[in-house]
């Protein structure tokens, strides 16, 4: 008989045996059951983890050069807000972590930053001071389709569906403090000064377009190369030309060069007044006492502000990082601007880029300064106005408010946007594609436009 002939099956089967394919099957089922319950507990301890990884902000600000003496502060305020959401628990049950990246000051680096950032895949970038490191990131974000909150006072002209701008837009800040010398100051004859980029220039345009809305007059203007302290130049052609105020919109360390050289060329306010829109508290407590006593600067916040929303920040802000620390605007704007996206991401029930971006656009606050809303329209904030005088101490008194939170309007009705648009776009290519003139270029006295 042939092997492989099966042997009959035996008369009576032992009990509890079974043939040996279904032992073989049942094993195999056994088998599988257990991987299947091992894959589900993978799969289960996988989505838990992808749960509690923290959530990455990216901070993207000049940690050296000129402009560190402003943005370093921002980055604090940042860090300020980040801490205390993680101290309420995190968001969706999830840690916050922040990597930093230092745009040193200068445009291309902050554009090769922001591609080192995106690639870490933070959920937001909030950062950049000056107008140009923000132009030089707006291609970055929008190629990448990501989100960057911008929380500094600016030029406008801009609107992009990738930023939040949280700071003032220019109805926000310079066409009210214009107004007000115009009113208050009773300036007919005024200066223009600023540092030689992009912000400035725009800041000068639209004020000069009111000034001749006045039937008032723009006696000078002049740039500062940026990041120099080289204001000599400047400084003798506003005491040639004698103006009833100076506009002034400086930065950095240029600022604080440009301060004391009004104060050594006895430009005393009480005869010519100088307004600024780059300097604030903490700007002026570097300055030597005395340098800008008597002059005025206009933002959306001070931190003399009497507001308990207010000195709940500036006390956790000291409590933070010490007694003689002082608090301002752009600072005030970089912390609302982390828990505006708190709120956003809480409201989405994620930290998806996209969804946040779409939730962002309706979130308000109450915060340091009043109650602030992000315009949907804009993407610009809802916010006051203020005024201040610069005190002996360094603060400020408020010498004029606008009471309410004021609508953003990025594009000033005194042009078309179409030809706001080409205004930029013309510095840019007189500059040969930069957002600042180049380095190195002399300043511009000559009292015209240019």
């Known amino acids: 008989m042939s092997d492989l002939v099966l042997s009959p099956a035996p008369a009576h089967k032992p009990p509890g045996r079974r043939p040996a394919v279904w032992r073989r099957w049942n094993r195999w089922l056994a088998v599988a059951a257990l991987l299947g319950a091992a894959a589900a507990a993978w799969f289960g301890l996988d989505r838990l983890l992808v749960n509690r990884r923290p959530i990455v902000v990216g901070l993207l600000h000049s940690r050296t050069g000129p402009m560190a003496v402003s943005e370093r502060s921002m980055i604090d305020a940042e860090v300020l807000a980040l801490e205390e959401i993680n101290a309420a628990g995190g968001l969706l049950g999830r840690p916050v972590r922040w990597v930093i990246a230092d745009g040193a000051s200068d445009p291309p680096t902050f554009a090769r930053e922001a591609e080192r950032l995106v690639e870490q895949r933070p959920a937001v970038i909030v950062g950049c001071w000056t107008s140009a490191s923000r132009k030089s990131v707006l291609p970055v974000v929008e190629a990448h389709d990501h989100l960057l909150i911008y929380p500094m006072a600016y030029e406008g002209l801009e609107q992009s569906p990738n930023i939040v701008y949280t700071g003032a837009a220019p109805n926000q800040q310079i066409t009210p403090a214009v107004q007000w010398c ?77 301060a004391r050289g009004l104060r050594e060329a006895d430009v005393r306010p009480e005869k010519m007044p100088l307004v600024t829109f780059a300097m604030a508290e903490d700007e002026v407590r570097d300055l030597p006492a005395g340098d800008m006593v008597g002059n005025y600067a206009s933002w959306s916040y001070f931190q003399s502000l009497d507001r308990p929303e207010n000195q709940a920040f500036v006390r956790a802000f000291k409590a933070r990082y010490g007694a003689d620390r002082t608090t301002a605007d752009v600072m005030a704007a970089a912390y609302n601007s982390v828990h505006l996206w708190a709120q956003a991401v809480r409201e989405a029930g994620t930290a998806d880029v996209r969804q946040v971006r779409t939730a962002l656009r309706h979130q308000s606050r109450n915060a340091p300064e009043g109650i602030i809303a992000v315009d949907p329209e804009t993407q610009h904030t809802w916010r006051p106005v203020f005024i201040g005088k610069i005190r002996a101490d360094g603060q400020f008194d408020v010498v004029w408010t606008s009471r309410t939170a004021v609508r953003p309007v990025p594009f000033p009705i005194s042009r078309s946007r179409s030809e706001w648009e080409a205004f930029v776009a013309d510095l840019y290519r007189s500059w040969g594609g930069r957002w600042s003139n180049p380095v190195g270029a002399a300043p511009d006295v000559s009292g015209g436009r240019r």
């Open 182 to 258: 115009h009113d208050t100051l009773g300036a007919r004859r005024f200066f223009l000064v600023g540092s030689d980029y992009i912000w400035p220039h725009c800041v000068n345009a639209i004020a000069a377009d009111q000034i001749k809305g006045f039937g008032a007059e723009v006696v000078g203007e002049a740039y500062v190369p940026f990041g120099s302290r080289e204001v000599a130049d400047v400084v003798r052609r506003i005491v040639a030309t004698a103006p009833d105020v100076i506009l002034c919109s400086v930065v950095g360390d240029s600022g604080v060069a440009f």
